[in-house]
C-alpha cells in the first residue's frame, strides 16, 4: 500500500512556458516577476532558480523574503513593492542590491538621513510609487514632483528614478477605470525615467499599459486574474494540488457523514476519503459539492471539511481503490473554478497552503 498525502505538483516548463508567453505579449518590456508569499504558494526557491535568466528583477512584499532569495544564491535585482518598514533596513538593502519602493514621507526622510556604508559605491535604486487611483499605497499626483526632486537630492539614492502604480481594476475589461488611471500616471512621470504600472491584468488586458517594466505575477503561475479561464488562453497551471484516497466505505441511504452530518445521503452510495483538510490549507468552509478529479472523472466533496481528511461521494458504481490519486485543483481541474464555486480568489487558495502540504517537483 501506498499513499500520497497532500503534495503541490510543480512544473518547472509549465512555469517556462508562461513566462514565455508573457514576453510575447509584451515583447518591449523587462519583466520583474512577482514571488511574494512564497510565490503563490508555489515554493519560492525552486520558482526562481528557475526563471531567474529568464527574468529582470524580482518582486516581493517583505524584507525577509527578499533575503531568502539572496540565501538561496539569487544574484538579479530584488525590488520590495511596498518599500521598506523600518529605516534599520536600509544598510541592508544597500549591500544586497535590493530596490525599494517610495511610497510615504516616512520613507524618503528614511532615505535623506541614509549615508552608505563607506565600502560600499552602489546606491539604493527607488521607485516611486504614484497612486493613480487605487487609493492603497503612493503619493498623490500633486505630491509627485516634491518627491522627484527629493529623492534626486539624496546622495545614497541612485540617480536613475523608476516610477510605479497599480491598477485598482485591470481584469475588469469593460470598465475604463484603468485607461483613466494609465493617463494620470503618465502624465505625473513626464517622461522622467523607466515606468511600471502592469500586473497580470495589465498585461493580459491593457496592452498600452506594457511600458518599460512589467510585472506578472498570477499568469506565471498560469492562472487568470479573474476567474474566467478562457482570457488566460495559453498559460498553462503551474500547480496541480493531489492526494490520495486513504478509505473507501459504502454507506447506506439516509446517513450523515462528517462533523455535525452536514450532508446525509440521499441514496446508497460509495464515500471516499481523502487525505487533504483544512490543515492543508484547503479552506473549510469549502462549499458542499466542489468539484475533485478522481480516474479520469468529477465527484463532489461531501460533509463538512476536517483538519486533516474529506470526504467524497464516489458514487454507487465506484472502481476506485485506496492509494488512488485525487486531485483538487490543476491540470485537470482548473483553480479559476475552484475559486468561483467557493467565492475564493485562485490568490486566496494558493496561498493559503500550509507548510505540511508536501512538494513534488516535476519536468
Ligand atoms: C502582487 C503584486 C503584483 C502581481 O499581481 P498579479 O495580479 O498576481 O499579477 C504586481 N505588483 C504589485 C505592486 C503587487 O503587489
Not at 512577482?34 to 515554493?43: D, E, L, Q, R, T
Not at 526562481?48 to 525577509?64: K, M, N, P, T, Y
Not at 513626464?190 to 504600472?197: A, P, Q
Not at 479520469?296 to 460533509?303: D, F, N, T
Request: charged letters at 25%; proline letters at 5%; glycine letters at 8%.
Amino acid at each position: 500500500m501506498h499513499v500520497t498525502p497532500a503534495t503541490t505538483r510543480i512544473s518547472s516548463s509549465a512555469l517556462k512556458h508562461n513566462l514565455q508567453c508573457i514576453k510575447q505579449k509584451a515583447p518591449q518590456s523587462k519583466v520583474i516577476a512577482v514571488v511574494k508569499a512564497n510565490a503563490y504558494g508555489h515554493g519560492v526557491e525552486f520558482v526562481s532558480s528557475v526563471i531567474e535568466e529568464d527574468v529582470d528583477c524580482f518582486g516581493v512584499a517583505r524584507l525577509a523574503e527578499a533575503l531568502k532569495l539572496r540565501s538561496h544564491g539569487i544574484t538579479k535585482p530584488i525590488l520590495l513593492l511596498e518599500g521598506f518598514f523600518d529605516e534599520k533596513d536600509l544598510p541592508i538593502l544597500a549591500v544586497n542590491n535590493i530596490q525599494t519602493v517610495v511610497h510615504n514621507h516616512e520613507q524618503l526622510h528614511a532615505l535623506e538621513r541614509f549615508s552608505l556604508p563607506c565600502d560600499l559605491s552602489s546606491k539604493v535604486k527607488v521607485w516611486l510609487k504614484i497612486d493613480t487611483g487605487m487609493h492603497r499605497l503612493g503619493v498623490s499626483l500633486e505630491q509627485v514632483d516634491e518627491f522627484y526632486t527629493a529623492l534626486k537630492g539624496c546622495k545614497s539614492v541612485d540617480k536613475d528614478i523608476g516610477f510605479v502604480s497599480h491598477f485598482s481594476r485591470a481584469d475588469e475589461v469593460q470598465v475604463n477605470y484603468s485607461q483613466i488611471q494609465l493617463e494620470r500616471f503618465l502624465k505625473a512621470v513626464k517622461g522622467r525615467g523607466e515606468r511600471s504600472i502592469a500586473a497580470s491584468g495589465g498585461i493580459l488586458f491593457w496592452p498600452n499599459s506594457h511600458l518599460e517594466w512589467i510585472r506578472p505575477g498570477i499568469i506565471m503561475y498560469g492562472i487568470s486574474p479573474n476567474n474566467d479561464t478562457t482570457c488566460r488562453q495559453d498559460l498553462t497551471p503551474v500547480m496541480t494540488l493531489i492526494s490520495s484516497l486513504i478509505a473507501i466505505r459504502d454507506l447506506p441511504k439516509g446517513e450523515p457523514v462528517g462533523y455535525g452530518g452536514a450532508w446525509v445521503s440521499e441514496k446508497a452510495t460509495k464515500i471516499g476519503i481523502v487525505a487533504i483538510g483544512y490543515g492543508d490549507g484547503y479552506p473549510r468552509d469549502m462549499p458542499q459539492g466542489t468539484p475533485v478529479f478522481i480516474n479520469g472523472r468529477r465527484v463532489p466533496v461531501v460533509g463538512r471539511v476536517s483538519m486533516d481528511m474529506l470526504a467524497v461521494d464516489l458514487g454507487v458504481d465506484s472502481q476506485d481503490s485506496v492509494g488512488d490519486e485525487v486531485e483538487l485543483w490543476g491540470k485537470h481541474l482548473p483553480i479559476e473554478e475552484i475559486a468561483e464555486k467557493s467565492g475564493f480568489l485562485s490568490y486566496e487558495l494558493m496561498t493559503k497552503l500550509t507548510p505540511r502540504v508536501l512538494t513534488e517537483y516535476v519536468d
